[in-house]
């Protein structure tokens, strides 16, 4: 059975920082698994901020968050983190983990996380 667990999040004045962990497990070792991290802010649409495959190439980050959030990924723990620094206001939302798996180029299915809550307010 495929779980995904989320950790981290809290909350942080302007200019802090945060770390986020996603750790995936129950699936087979020959799928790929593309991990993303979406947040949706309170009443507004939710958006992507980064995106990795197990299957290698660059990471794909949104604009917003470009040069503040890293996204790095351990494989053989099959955990992504997201470390978030230079927080603003404006990254105050509930964010995702979503777990994509493949094999072969077919899609098979994928997980979310419950959301983590992230607030930066001073």
């Known amino acids: 059975q495929v779980q995904l667990v989320e950790s981290g999040g809290g909350s942080v004045q302007p200019g802090g920082s945060l770390r986020l962990s996603c750790a995936v497990s129950?699936?087979?070792?020959?799928?790929?698994?593309?991990m993303s991290w979406p947040r949706q802010p309170r009443g507004k649409v939710r958006e992507l901020v980064a995106a990795s495959s197990s299957a290698g190439g660059s990471t794909n980050y949104a604009d917003s968050v470009k040069g503040r959030f890293n996204m790095s990924r351990e494989n053989a723990k099959n955990t992504v983190y997201l470390q978030m620094n230079s927080l603003k206001a404006e990254d105050t939302a509930v964010y995702y983990c979503?777990?994509?798996?493949?094999?072969?180029?077919?899609?098979?299915?994928?997980?979310w996380g419950q959301g983590i809550q992230v607030t930066v307010s001073s």
């Open positions: 129950g699936f087979a070792s020959s799928t790929t698994v593309v």
């Open positions: 979503n777990a994509v798996f493949s094999r072969i180029g077919v899609r098979m299915g994928d997980i």
